[in-house]
Each structure stands twice: as C-alpha cells, then as structure tokens.
C-alpha cells in the first residue's frame, strides 16, 4: 500500500517535472528571464569617442572599444612663488568618480600642461583626512611599485614625463562617488625677453601635428592614451597627444591661480597679458597678485610680465645656495635696456622659414605674415634674404638667399602676402633646406623660424641642427596662444639663437620690431666664466650663447668653494670685454639646486643628439635625478597609499561590465567579471526537499483518511 | 468527520502547494542545468554557419549574442562554443568571452569566463601543461597550454593583460562545489599562446 503510493508520488513527480521543463522550452522569455539579476545595467553617462576628446581631463575608460567617459574635474588651483627668475608652483587638481554604482572603481588618465621649463619634485595625494608624499623612483621600478599597489587595490598616482611640456597622472582605483586631489610642486625658470621678465602658466594644450604615417602594429596595443596613433616617425605620439578643451565646451576645468613675485630687483611694472589681476605690494618690494575672478577655464594661458628698471650696460645677477656642502649659484646676465644704435652693422643672410601648415590659420598667419612684411623693411642693400615656407612640402622664393634689390623686394613681398595656411606641418625638409645656403664668416647668417610649434619629430630636428648648423644661427619666434614652446627653445638653443613668443596680435609689431632689432646687433660674443678662484665648478649651458639685446644669459654653476668675485668674460664687438659679480652678499634662495640639476639633465639629454650612447646618458639622469628628487626620461614620481581602498566582505555582483577598452588598457579589474555560480544547485535541492514533504503530507492525508 | 474533512481539506491544499513550489525550484534548478546542454547544442549549429562565413550569426532568433570561438579540451573532452559577451545573460548558455579584453582574432590577451558548475566545471580537472584550443570565427586554431591556475579574490584582483605574450586566461568562481551561489573568490587559469594553426 506503502510501496504504491509511493511509486504513484514518484511517477506523478516525475511526470510534472517533465511537463514544466517542456512548458519552459516552448515559452521563449523564459530563457532570458532565467537570470534577470545578472543582467547588465547599461550605464546613463554618454560616452565619447576618442576624437571627440578635446579637453585636457580624467578620462575614464568605458567597456566600448575607443570609447571614453570624462571625468568632472572639479577645480585645479595654482600657487606660483616667483623669487629671482626661479618660479615655484603647486598645482592642486581635485576630481571625483561621479558614478554612485557600488564597485565602480576605475582607473584615470589625467594629462595637463605645464610650463615648458617645469620641473616636477613633489607629488601629495589627499584622500579623505591622509596625506601621501611621493618618491622619485626609477621609471621602471616606479611602474612595477605602481602596478603593485593596483593589483593590491590600493590607490596609487603615477606622474610621467612624457615630453618636458606635458605630464600625464594616471590615478587608479578612484571607487564610486570618491574625490582624488593630486598636489604636485614644480620648479621652473622664468623667460626674460624685451627687457621683461616673463612668466606664463599654460592652461590649454594644443593640437600637435604629428609627422608620418599612423602605425598600427599588429602585435601592441598603442601605448599612450593619446588622441593620435603613434606614427613611424615619432613612436610615441599615442602618448603625447593630450585631449584639447574645445572653448565653451562643458564642462570646464577651472583654474584658480595665485602668485607671490619677489624679483630681487627694482621693477618697473607688472602686467597679465590675458586675464585680469589684483596686485598687492609687500613692503619688501615684492607684490601678492591673485586672479580678479576667483576661477577662470581652462583656455588660455596665464602670462604675467614684470620689467626691471632703464639700464645703458650689461648687468649681472646672483643667487647662490648651500646644500650637502656644495655651492650652487645661478648667474644672471642682463643686456642693457637701451641699445647703442651707432655701431657699426655687420652684412647678413636672412633666411625666413615661415609655416604655413592648417594649424597657423587664422590670426596666426595673419601674425606671420605681418611680421614677415615688418622684417623685410628692415633689410639694408648690404644684406641678402630668402622666404621659405613649409607644411607638408617645402617651397622657397629663391633658391639660395638673394641680395636686396627693387625687384626681389617686390617679389619677396607679393610672395610673403601670398601665403596661405593649409595642410601639415613638416618643418624638418624646410630647415634642412635652410641650412643649405653657402657659409661666409664675413656674414651674420640668421635663420628666424617663423611656426606655432605643433610638431613632434624633434629628434630629427635637434640631429639636423647639431650636424649642418655651423656658424649659422637660428632663431624661433613662437605665434599663438599655445605654440610648443619647449621645441621652439630647444630649436634656438642647438641653432646658438634665441627663442621669441608672440601670444597677441596687438604685440607683434612691438615684439618683432624688437627682435629684428636685436638680431642686427649681437651685444656680446664668445662669452665665458673665469674659472679661477672656482673649485670643481660645472656650470650650464657649458658654451655659453651670444648676448642679444632684450635676452639675459643665465648660468647655473655647481662647485665646492667659490670665489669672492666672479669674472665674465667676452667681446663687445671686436673689443674685449668683462664684468666682475661680487658673489659675496648675495641673496641665499631655495631651489637653486634644483635649476642646476635640472639644466644637468637638460644637456645630459642633449648629448644623445650628439653620438652619446643612451645607457651613459641614463645614468648619468638617474644619478642627478635621484639625487635632487626630479622627474626625468627615466624617473618618475609615485606615491602609494597604505591602507587598501576597495571595502571587503561584500561582493561586487552588480558590475557585470568591463569598465576598460582594449585599445589602450593593460590589466583587467576581476571584479569587472560576473558571478560565474548559479542558482542550479541549490533551486534543485531546495525543489526536492519541497517535494519530499509534498509526498510525507500525501501520505499522512491518506493515513488521517 | 468535518473536523477530519477540514483537516484533509487543508493537508491537500499544503501538499499541493509543496509540490507547485517543488516542482517549480526542480524545474528552474534544472532548467539551468538543461539549458546549459540544449544551448551548446544550438550554438554548435550556429557556429558552423559562423566558419561558412556568415555574420555574428544568433543560435536562437532571439539571441542577443552570438558565437564567436570555439574551446575545445582535447584530455577532458571538453568541446563548447564561447559567446560574445560575459555577462549573466550570456553565460547561462556558455562560456562568456570578456569584450574589455579586445577581439579574439587580434594578438590580445582574452579572458574567458564561464559557470563553474556548468561549462566551467572541467577547469577543476584541468592540469598544468594541458593543451587548450582555440578556434576563432576565420577557422583558425589557436593552441594554449595550461600554464598556471591561482585563487584570487575578485575584490582586489586585478589580471594583468599586457604582456609579452598572448595569454587565454580562463575565468570561473571558486570553490567548485558549494550549493550556495556567490563568493568573492575566482580561480583562474593562466594559458599561454603555444602556436597558430592553420584552419584544419
């Protein structure tokens, strides 16, 4: 009776299992409602392709292959100490993970500018009430700790030196909702040109032009997160290509910016060249100058001048400091204010290379052209000239540089209104062409580049400079309001020239008027340190350049003793010619050392251009920038937090997503993953366990009955 | 008597409710299990009209994902068409291919993830040095070997995909065997790319 009732329970089971198993296969919806909880939440951010990234900000990286989600930045503020021509800077940059998901910990890629001569050495991360310092570290090791610390889940920021204009943070592991604020510290020089001393603070990143062919190599990934694929003439343009603010576009990254001047010298006015300022003077003849508005976005440079009072001779500056025992002075040569015109002129070649690639068009061009005009005006009969314009191919007026007559003035002039901006930038056929002319002591040959910089095979260019250039010199003038400056000095200091920056077009015919001035005139020449009374002196640069009118020379030294009295030496046009620095009474300033070191790792680099092995030059970097705590080619600042970031003992189920394109990821966050157990097991046993009692109650009621 | 009838009233009433919620946890509980097998059975179909060339072709018409390899285990048998997509939805008809790793036919390092008591049950079985095969979507093999297996805890870990060589890593939670569902932590296996074949 038992046994049947039993048997009867197991076949009616059996029978009812299989029907509901039929029932669910011809019911379609089934199947995809089988697991409604573990179906993918789409996300309600928009996301933008990586050429509609045109803002310097944190991009977050998005499951959709080369698509991006950027990050509200929510402010970065900027404290410049200036004393001497040494400017100290703090950058704090604060952004926030806007996603309120639980588990969305995501990495960020920041790049922002900085000031071509910046030196980065300190790096603090807040998070909530901690403070994190950094550490220089070699690249490599830098990496590894960086990669470590991630696989650990803890928060990290890595700080790189991609080129010396552009540093990129990468932060990881940002979990939902959190703020990040970045604190770096940078040291810079500060420009003296036109009797003024100039500092700008980049806030916007330019569109660089790129040489070549895009390179896509089967086998990597690209390296950087860069807008632009790496090209084969310059193999890390993935990585230098920053995003670009497009003006008016939301959201802006607001600046807010102060800064302290202490110039060591009588000054005769202060001026911002784009945004309005308040300045407050100190009662030691220093001033406080703070931003009119309290914040500003993220679209034009910053640029504070301040010039020193008249002067009829070459003066000279220094600072000195201590540190470990050695001493470190910065010398600074000043060209007299007013300009001896009665000197005798000597004949010169002029060779103007002008670009006119897409990215001059515009007020650029028109810039360009003007002071093109102004300078052909300024031509005697002695002298001999040539236009050569350049952006993807090269064109000249002439041949070689022609004397000045009527007739080549007029064509010289139809030609230079002639031209039009379009096209790419490929300055190197056009230099290579200018360094053709015949050389002749007898002339000044001066070569002035006339371009916004936007190019990024600068190897080639440095190579061709240190090869051809002779006894040429080439001169750059920089238009617009981001030309790659950290280029355009470079170019000038391998061509022994000068670098010149036009940010405003009401500026050009003052500045340039100025220039060609200057380039008629060399002040001083052959321009050395004496070395007696010095002990184990360095200074750089080690050939010290030509002094212009309206350009100081600046000399970074490092020796254990030095004298009582420096001695400069040179030629004031064929006369002899020298300046004793008391050295005695100078005034002590910080960071000194780091400008030497900095300008250490400046010509370190330089030597690779010039057949220095790279391993040599690496170490030689590694030693100076170890030593001084500086970001370099082959160190890197990093900081890692202590205390793991992610929570424990709750599981991440809710994000089933990849949070990472392929293109530019390296690692893959597990938690990024779904839930890989299912409900099987347990849905069977519990049905099971129901059933079972089913079949004990059958069988009670038929007992009760 | 009514007190009886009522009694009996109200055990039929349990007794049927018992066996609808039994029925309808076995039901659900095997259907994971079913649809896991008879969804391998469809994509297998699907992916010869996928070697033929067709496009991202759905084993079911309303599929929203499609076969893009094939994962065979030659030691264990092991023969399972891999899904575009890791996700819950995916993985309850195979194993799922994590789109954030970058195409297969590239030179990516790819993860796969898969149930670990349904397709991904063999990994437990699954030695070092054991050959894993990959065919992807053009006909062509790839040959893994079974490098490394690791426990790692999903919170923290994060898999380094950028190395000198390919890399498949598989994908699964772990421990194999519990009968409740959910846990932080993963067990991975670590293949290293061993040689291209040809389309055989």
């Given at each position: 009776m038992l046994y049947a009732h039993a048997r009867s329970s197991i076949v009616r089971l059996c029978l009812c299992v299989l029907l509901t198993v039929f029932l669910l296969l011809i019911h379609p919806s089934a199947m995809l409602r089988a697991q409604p909880v573990e179906s993918l939440s789409t996300g309600v951010i928009p996301t933008m392709g990586i050429n509609d990234v045109t803002e310097g900000?944190?991009?977050?990286?998005?499951?959709?292959?080369?698509?991006?989600?950027?990050?509200?930045?929510?402010?970065?503020?900027?404290?410049?100490?200036?004393?001497?021509?040494?400017?100290r800077a703090t950058v704090r940059q604060e952004f926030t993970n806007p996603s309120e998901k639980k588990g969305d910990w995501l990495e960020g890629l920041y790049v922002f500018p900085l000031p071509e001569t910046a030196a980065v050495d300190h790096l603090r991360m807040h998070?909530?009430?901690?403070?994190?310092?950094?550490?220089?570290?070699?690249?490599?090791?830098?990496?590894?700790?960086?990669?470590?610390?991630?696989?650990?889940?803890?928060?990290?920021?890595?700080?790189?030196?991609?080129?010396?204009?552009?540093?990129?943070?990468?932060?990881?592991?940002?979990?939902?909702?959190?703020?990040?604020?970045?604190?770096?510290?940078?040291?810079?020089?500060?420009?003296?040109?036109?009797?003024?001393?100039?500092?700008?603070?980049?806030?916007?990143?330019?569109?660089?032009y790129i040489p070549g062919t895009p390179v896509i190599v089967e086998e990597h990934d690209p390296k950087g997160s860069g807008t632009m694929l790496d090209t084969d003439r310059v193999p890390d343009a993935s990585r230098i290509t920053p995003p670009v603010q497009k003006p008016g576009q939301w959201p802006i990254n607001p600046v807010s910016l102060s800064l302290s001047l202490t110039p060591g010298f009588p000054v005769a006015k202060v001026e911002s060249v784009f945004h309005p300022i308040i300045v407050i003077p100190d009662p030691d003849g220093g001033y406080q100058i703070s931003l009119k508005k309290d914040a500003v976005p993220a679209d034009r440079d910053f640029q504070l001048t301040w010039s020193p009072a008249a002067s009829k001779e070459p003066t000279a500056t220094v600072f000195t400091e201590q540190r470990n025992g050695e001493t470190f002075a910065v010398l600074m040569l000043v060209p007299p204010t007013q300009q001896n015109d009665a000197a005798p002129r000597m004949p010169r070649d002029l060779t103007f290379v002008i670009d006119t690639s897409g990215s001059m068009a515009g007020p650029s061009i028109e810039q360009a052209k003007a002071s093109l005009a102004a300078a052909l005006t300024r031509l005697t009969t002695q002298d001999r000239f040539n236009v050569i314009q350049f952006n993807?191919?090269?064109?000249?007026?002439?041949?070689?540089?022609?004397?000045?007559?009527?007739?080549?003035?007029?064509?010289?002039?139809?030609?230079?209104e002639g031209l039009t901006a379009d096209g790419g930038?490929?300055?190197?056929?056009?230099?290579?062409?200018?360094?053709k002319s015949s050389q002749d002591i007898t002339r000044?040959?001066?070569?002035?580049?006339?371009?916004?910089?936007?190019?990024?095979?600068?190897?080639?260019?440095?190579?061709?400079?240190?090869?051809?250039?002779?006894?040429?010199?080439?001169f750059t003038i920089?238009?617009?309001s981001t030309p790659n400056s950290h280029l355009m000095r470079k170019t000038a200091e391998f061509g022994r020239g000068t670098f010149t920056y036009v940010g405003n077009v009401s500026e050009v015919k003052e500045t340039l008027d100025a220039l060609f001035k200057k380039l008629e005139h060399p002040v001083l020449s052959d321009i050395q340190l004496d070395r007696a009374g010095w002990t184990a002196l360095e200074h750089y640069p080690s050939r010290i350049a030509d002094l212009y009118e309206g350009e100081p020379i600046v000399l970074a030294a490092k020796a254990t003793s030095i004298p009582e009295q420096a001695l400069l030496q040179g030629h004031m046009g064929a006369q002899p010619w020298s300046l004793p620095v008391s050295m005695k009474h100078t005034t002590t300033r910080d960071g000194l050392s780091v400008y030497w070191a900095r300008q250490k790792i400046?010509?370190?680099?330089?030597?690779?251009?010039?057949?220095?092995?790279?391993?040599?030059?690496?170490?030689?970097?590694l030693d100076v920038a170890l030593a001084h705590h500086l970001v370099s080619k082959y160190t890197s600042l990093i900081a890692v937090d202590v205390t793991p970031a992610r929570p424990t003992g709750k599981l991440e189920t809710d994000q089933t997503q990849g949070t990472r394109s392929a293109e530019a990821q390296d690692s893959t966050a597990m938690a990024e993953l779904p839930k890989t157990g299912t409900n099987g097991a347990i849905q069977l046993l519990f049905g099971l366990l129901l059933l079972a009692t089913a079949a004990i109650l059958w069988r009670v009621r038929r007992v009760t009955e | 008597m009514t007190v009886q009838r009522i009694k009996t009233k109200v055990l039929t009433g349990l007794g049927l409710a018992l066996v609808l919620i039994g029925l309808w946890q076995t039901g659900s509980g095997?259907?994971?299990?079913?649809?896991?097998?008879?969804?391998?059975?469809?994509?297998?179909?699907?992916?010869?009209?996928?070697?033929?060339?067709?496009?991202?072709?759905?084993?079911?018409?309303w599929a929203d994902t499609w076969p893009i390899a094939r994962l065979v285990v030659p030691s264990l048998g092991i023969d399972q068409i891999v899904l575009e997509g890791a996700y819950g939805r995916t993985l309850a008809f195979g194993p799922g291919h994590a789109e954030s790793t970058g195409p297969l036919e590239g030179s990516y390092t790819i993860i796969l993830t898969g149930h670990r008591d349904t397709h991904f049950r063999f990994l437990e079985k699954l030695q070092a040095g054991e050959t894993i095969l990959i065919q992807a979507r053009t006909g062509v093999w790839h040959r893994f070997a079974v490098r490394d297996r690791q426990i790692v805890d999903s919170r923290t870990a994060i898999i380094s995909t950028q190395e000198d060589k390919r890399h498949l890593i598989l994908v699964t939670c772990y421990p194999f065997h519990p009968i409740v569902p959910g846990g932080p932590l993963r067990y991975t296996v670590f293949a290293e790319i061993v040689e291209r074949m040809a389309e055989d």
């Open positions: 900000t944190l991009l977050f990286k998005t499951n959709q292959l080369g698509r991006y989600t950027p990050a509200p930045i929510l402010k970065t503020d900027v404290q410049i100490a200036v004393t001497g021509i040494i400017a998070v909530g009430d901690r403070i994190i310092e950094g550490h220089i570290k070699e690249r490599a090791e830098a990496k590894k700790v960086y990669e470590k610390a991630k696989q650990e889940g803890k928060r990290t920021s890595l700080v790189e030196q991609e080129r010396p204009n552009i540093f990129t943070t990468s932060v990881a592991n940002i979990g939902p909702g959190e703020r990040i604020i970045v604190e770096i510290e940078y040291q810079e020089t500060i420009r003296y040109d036109q009797g003024k001393f100039q500092h700008r603070f980049p806030m916007v990143v330019g569109q660089r993807n191919t090269v064109r000249s007026l002439f041949s070689s540089p022609q004397p000045v007559t009527t007739a080549a003035m007029r064509k010289g002039i139809r030609y230079v930038t490929d300055m190197l056929p056009a230099l290579r062409q200018a360094l000044l040959q001066q070569i002035i580049l006339i371009t916004d910089g936007q190019v990024g095979n600068e190897d080639e260019l440095f190579e061709l400079l240190h090869h051809r250039l002779g006894a040429r010199r080439v920089g238009i617009g400046s010509a370190l680099m330089d030597e690779i251009f010039t057949g220095t092995d790279e391993e040599t030059v690496r170490k030689g970097v | 095997a259907w994971i299990y079913i649809k896991a097998q008879l969804a391998q059975v469809l994509l297998q179909r699907a992916w010869a009209g996928t070697l033929a060339g067709q496009q991202d072709v759905k084993p079911w018409p």
